[in-house]
């Protein structure tokens, strides 16, 4: 009987029949390149996906950024074609950042692009165009932090001082000390896992942010275990990451920002994914108005750099708060393409 593989995994059809992570983390140490991409309620801001922490927006300030938030220029298909031209073979969305707001159709929450004016699942229009063209598909999910959430991480229980914004006095919106609980948090997260993997086809991997949080604390609390196998047992091909490394046994790569790269390496001698930013200046992610960005000799230069250190680069682009991509980045990005294809 003929397998059958996921569209990125053509080629790998004979290893893909004995094991599907195999595969998959075969084709990820040839694929080398991919695109990372922070968009949210925070692009409408234009501060960065920090602007809540940094501002100390309260939290039903921050929630009325949803009734502005309409995507009208997010075109992933469009997306997904930079991707390709720039010579990259996957894409890794933002699902949900630390604010909480949700580009799918989750059934945990209201906080989500479908019950905007946007109307979409930004998600399922991702991980389409992905599969249409033969390119990964990452969900990135942001675990570790969750600055709406009335449960979720508190500092009392993590050192990270930034586990919250700092409101003072504390946001009604969160669980007093003695209403809180925890589980009440990663029930709500083994919930959105078991639909990203459930319902938008077969993904390459599952790429969880805010290891700063379990690992300044008692990391069993977190239930990371249950939750990989949960992935594995929905999506047996894809990968798990946790930033630089959680439940490092478990995990099947690492993605640090660069500065890290070397540490994570000589720790743990799995493949390594080096985070990297389009956009110069101030150290966010998601578009920021203040920030410059690189041309195309600059994105070949970080590409070369970080495959001489046997690593993959993911390189971010921050849409505006439309969802159009900066005009800066794209004409880098296929300008960098066209000179890889020489």
């Not at 914004?165 to 990663?186: C, G, M, T, V």
């Not at 794209?330 to 960098?336: E, G, H, I, P």
Request: charged share 25%; proline share 6%.
């Amino acid at each position: 009987m003929r397998t059958t593989v996921p569209s990125f995994l053509s080629g790998y059809e004979t290893l893909y029949a004995e094991s599907p992570r195999a595969a998959t983390l075969a084709w990820f140490r040839e694929a080398q390149f991919g695109l990372f991409i922070h968009y949210g309620l925070y692009s409408l801001l234009e501060k960065g996906e920090w602007v809540q922490y940094h501002d100390r927006i309260p939290i039903a300030e921050y929630a009325k950024l949803k009734d502005r938030f309409t995507a009208e220029r997010f075109d992933a298909r469009g997306i997904a074609d930079l991707a390709l031209e720039a010579g990259m073979r996957y894409v890794n969305l933002v699902t949900k950042h630390c604010d909480s707001f949700c580009l799918w159709d989750t059934q945990h929450t209201d906080f989500n692009s479908v019950n905007s004016p946007c109307g979409r699942d930004l998600v399922r229009e991702m991980a389409d165009a992905c599969a249409e063209r033969g390119l990964g598909f990452f969900a990135f999910y942001e675990h570790g932090f969750d600055w709406r959430h009335p449960h979720g991480p508190a500092p009392w229980d993590w050192a990270a001082r930034t586990v919250r914004p700092h409101y003072d006095p504390p946001d009604p919106y969160y669980a007093s000390r003695e209403e809180y609980d925890f589980a009440n948090y990663l029930d709500y997260v083994t919930g959105h896992i078991a639909e990203l993997c459930s319902s938008y086809g077969t993904l390459a991997g599952v790429w969880l942010d805010g290891a700063g949080i379990p690992a300044s604390g008692d990391k069993s609390l977190f239930r990371l275990p249950e939750l990989y196998s949960l992935v594995r047992r929905l999506q047996p091909q894809a990968l798990i990451s946790y930033k630089y490394g959680i439940e490092p046994e478990l995990e099947d790569f690492f993605a640090p920002e660069e500065p890290q790269v070397q540490q994570v390496q000589s720790r743990w001698g799995k493949p390594v994914e080096v985070c990297g930013r389009m956009q110069r200046g101030p150290t966010q992610w998601a578009y920021h108005a203040e920030a410059e960005h690189l041309n195309a000799d600059e994105v070949l230069a970080k590409l070369d750099s970080v495959r001489g250190k046997g690593a993959n680069l993911l390189l971010n682009i921050g849409p505006l708060g439309d969802g159009s991509v900066h005009p800066d980045d794209v004409t880098a990005l296929r300008a960098a393409g066209a000179l890889l294809r020489r």
